[in-house]
């Protein structure tokens, strides 16, 4: 993997305002049902991704698209109150920025989204997002902002980028990719599901990526780079309030431990670490820690 960067971290794709009720159990149809808590907090892969990022020490930005709506403008304020810069965001008042609601039940630890869907990720030429995708340390893309990436004019070879591949992305390759992170179902649906956790990564190496970080929730995360052999890296237990937006909050945590010069594997323990911790909130970004990667233990 890459060493010490000190640069900016780049986060492009989603971000939503989330509006977030914890209940025991699912309501049935035309009932009412009391919450237990409720919360209105911002969300989306990118967006939370670089919220962890900025928790953990990293400089970050966050591009995107959203509306000139109130929706819109909570995010911004969300993100910029997180330090996060949003230079490179978008505002289209042709469009509706991406809001869900969310029910959380306490009794089976699972979640049922209503989403509206998130604009289409693109930048013009010559914007903010060109001069940050110029000379960010990493950019950091979800399902969302892979396109923009990928085809961005202009765009440095040497580039380190870093997918969050959790969702399909259509006519994907981890080709270039320096750090692929799917989660183990992504990777048997691509690959096939008679294969091993270690078969599934050096698949992933052989089509091209330069490191891969497998997740598996509970199972923790499986981590293979180049000229190395596999490490599971158990899961951190954790005490549950809702999952929302955790795996989110690995991908920005173990960016941001790996532009910090963390080898890869205790990157990924740092990065489940996080991610623990944040399932003690509600929302996907109150229960962050607010760390400082120079003071993890070098053991996993």
Same mark, same amino acid.
């Given at each position: 993997m890459p060493q010490l960067t000190t640069g900016t971290l780049l986060f492009v794709g989603c971000a939503t305002l989330d509006s977030i009720a914890l209940v025991q159990d699912y309501p049935a149809a035309d009932s009412r049902t009391v919450a237990t808590d409720f919360a209105t907090a911002g969300g989306g892969p990118a967006a939370t991704a670089a919220v962890a990022a900025a928790r953990a020490g990293a400089r970050t930005a966050f591009a995107g698209v959203l509306g000139t709506d109130e929706e819109g403008d909570r995010i911004i304020h969300g993100l910029e109150s997180e330090g996060v810069d949003t230079s490179a965001v978008v505002r289209d008042a042709g469009v509706k920025t991406g809001a869900s609601v969310i029910v959380v039940s306490r009794a089976t630890e699972s979640r049922a989204i209503v989403t509206r869907p998130v604009p289409p990720v693109s930048f013009p030429a010559g914007s903010r997002f060109s001069e940050l995708l110029q000379s960010a340390a990493w950019v950091h893309t979800d399902h969302l902002g892979w396109n923009a990436v990928a085809n961005a004019?202009?765009?440095?070879?040497?580039?380190?980028?870093?997918?969050?591949?959790?969702?399909?992305?259509?006519?994907?390759?981890?080709?270039?990719?320096?750090?692929?992170?799917?989660?183990?179902?992504?990777?048997?649906?691509?690959?096939?599901?008679?294969?091993?956790?270690? $078969?599934?990564?050096?698949?992933?190496?052989?089509?091209?990526?330069?490191?891969?970080?497998?997740?598996?929730?509970?199972?923790?995360?499986?981590?293979?780079?180049?000229?190395?052999?596999?490490?599971?890296?158990?899961?951190?237990?954790?005490?549950?309030?809702?999952?929302?937006?955790?795996?989110?909050?690995?991908?920005?945590?173990?960016?941001?431990?790996?532009?910090?010069?963390?080898?890869?594997?205790?990157?990924?323990?740092?990065?489940?670490?996080?991610?623990? $911790?944040?399932?003690?909130?509600?929302?996907?970004?109150?229960?962050?820690?607010?760390?400082?990667?120079?003071?993890?233990?070098?053991?996993?």
């Amino acid at each position: 993997m890459p060493q010490l960067t000190t640069g900016t971290l780049l986060f492009v794709g989603c971000a939503t305002l989330d509006s977030i009720a914890l209940v025991q159990d699912y309501p049935a149809a035309d009932s009412r049902t009391v919450a237990t808590d409720f919360a209105t907090a911002g969300g989306g892969p990118a967006a939370t991704a670089a919220v962890a990022a900025a928790r953990a020490g990293a400089r970050t930005a966050f591009a995107g698209v959203l509306g000139t709506d109130e929706e819109g403008d909570r995010i911004i304020h969300g993100l910029e109150s997180e330090g996060v810069d949003t230079s490179a965001v978008v505002r289209d008042a042709g469009v509706k920025t991406g809001a869900s609601v969310i029910v959380v039940s306490r009794a089976t630890e699972s979640r049922a989204i209503v989403t509206r869907p998130v604009p289409p990720v693109s930048f013009p030429a010559g914007s903010r997002f060109s001069e940050l995708l110029q000379s960010a340390a990493w950019v950091h893309t979800d399902h969302l902002g892979w396109n923009a990436v990928a085809n961005a004019s202009g765009r440095p070879a040497t580039l380190n980028i870093s997918v969050d591949a959790g969702n399909p992305i259509p006519d994907f390759s981890p080709r270039g990719v320096a750090l692929y992170v799917p989660t183990i179902e992504r990777l048997r649906a691509e690959y096939g599901e008679d294969f091993s956790p270690a $078969a599934l990564l050096q698949k992933a190496l052989d089509d091209g990526a330069s490191a891969v970080v497998a997740t598996a929730g509970s199972d923790g995360a499986w981590v293979l780079e180049r000229g190395s052999d596999p490490v599971h890296v158990p899961a951190t237990p954790a005490t549950i309030v809702s999952t929302l937006g955790a795996g989110d909050v690995y991908h920005g945590a173990l960016l941001a431990a790996v532009a910090a010069g963390l080898p890869l594997v205790q990157a990924a323990a740092f990065a489940g670490r996080t991610a623990s $911790a944040s399932c003690g909130g509600l929302d996907g970004r109150s229960a962050i820690p607010h760390q400082t990667i120079d003071h993890v233990p070098a053991s996993i």
